[in-house]
């Protein structure tokens, strides 16, 4: 009997270290790999900073908006706005993708453009010239950007790095700029921007001029949606008007992020982060195809564990 009650120990220790090792696995939350950050890490680092002192750097940013701007677009992620009349619809799209992937790593990007004046993210070296800084917070008639000085402070310092052909005769910022060609984000610049920054495989169909060859649209976005993000080069012009007929200017103008998509009846229901929010948008599958002049899809490159 004692030889069976040995036996028996023998047996069921094994099976017992197994369960709770199972247990505990199914306890402890598991990280999605596929992101580098998540928002619940970026809050409560965000959370922890009570007060900033003013920048030396950024003269015309008050300390107390700047943080309130950082902790608004943390808890709330879609409420970031490029403002209106600006050129920086491209730099709100890619600041959408950021905080989808890092927002941690976006709270600590700003808040060290803040306090040194200059900053690494992926692969790019900020480093903003003295016209932007003393620009960064005096931005007027803007919306709620007028508000934002932290989203100021970020639009302008990308579009003072980076820089595409439309730069070409406007370099160097002036005031007002942030309306003009100096601003401005190609289709090639934007891309070329998400893979300097973000941790992405960018694949690419289309032009500033010459709309994507791809032979069904609605059909190609939806499968290329179900592995990755989605952003859409389009001509905006239409899109906010009332009478979807004719195309007064046909080019490509606004960044979009494609969130849902389905059809019916050949109509297309499409749903999109635009500017501060999601909105839905229903159009034939030919204007659909008419208004698109670039397609962006982005996967998670493959990172290897040593």
């Given at each position: 009997?004692k030889v069976?009650?040995?036996?028996i120990q023998?047996f069921?220790?094994?099976?017992l270290?197994c369960?709770f090792?199972i ?6 939350p598991?990280?999605d ?6 928002q619940?890490?970026a809050?409560?680092?965000i ?7 003013p920048s030396?750097?950024?003269?015309n940013?008050?300390?107390?908006l700047?943080?309130?701007n950082?902790?608004s677009v ?5 409420s ?5 009349s ?6 709100g ?23 040194e004046?200059?900053a690494?993210?992926?692969n790019a ?6 016209h932007?800084?003393?620009?960064a917070g005096?931005?007027?008639y803007?919306?709620?950007?007028d508000?934002h000085?932290?989203?100021q402070?970020?639009?302008l310092?990308?579009?003072?790095h ?5 730069n ?8 007002g700029?942030?309306?003009?060609f100096?601003a ?11 893979r ?7 694949h690419?169909r289309?032009?500033?001029?010459i709309?994507p ?5 609605f ?6 949606m ?6 859409l ?9 009332k009478?979807?007929?004719t ?5 490509p103008?606004h ?7 389905s059809e019916e ?12 929010g999601?909105t ?17 899809d982005f ?6 564990v040593?």
């Open positions: 009997m069976k009650g040995i036996v023998s069921l220790l094994p099976l270290i369960f090792a247990v505990q696995c199914w306890a402890t598991v990280k790999s596929s992101v580098i950050s998540t619940k890490e809050i409560a680092f959370d922890e900073i009570k007060e900033l002192q030396k750097h950024w003269p940013i008050k300390p107390a700047f943080l309130q950082i902790k943390i808890y709330k992620p879609l970031i706005y490029p403002g209106n600006t050129n920086f619809c491209g730099y799209a890619l600041t959408y993708l950021i905080l989808e992937d890092d927002p941690l790593g976006y709270a600590k990007l700003l808040l060290q453009l803040y306090k004046g200059k690494k993210f992926g070296r900020f480093n903003p010239s003295a932007v800084k003393k620009q005096l931005l007027k803007k919306g709620i950007l508000i000085p932290a989203e402070m970020w639009y310092s990308l579009a003072d980076y820089k595409g052909y439309l070409f005769f406007n370099r160097t910022y002036s005031p700029d942030e309306n003009l100096w401005s984000v190609n289709y090639a610049k934007f891309n070329r921007m998400v300097a920054l973000l941790n992405y495989k960018v690419a289309g032009s500033d001029l709309r060859r791809v032979a069904d649209q059909q190609y976005i939806s499968e290329k179900k592995t990755g993000i989605v952003v080069y389009i001509n905006n012009r239409i899109v906010r008007k009478n979807h007929v195309i007064k200017l046909a080019v103008t960044f979009i992020v494609a969130e849902k998509i009846n050949k109509m297309i229901t499409f749903v999109y982060w635009d500017y501060g999601k839905q948008l229903q159009i034939s599958k030919a204007f659909f195809k008419r208004i698109i002049f670039g397609i962006s996967t998670k490159k493959e990172t290897h040593e």
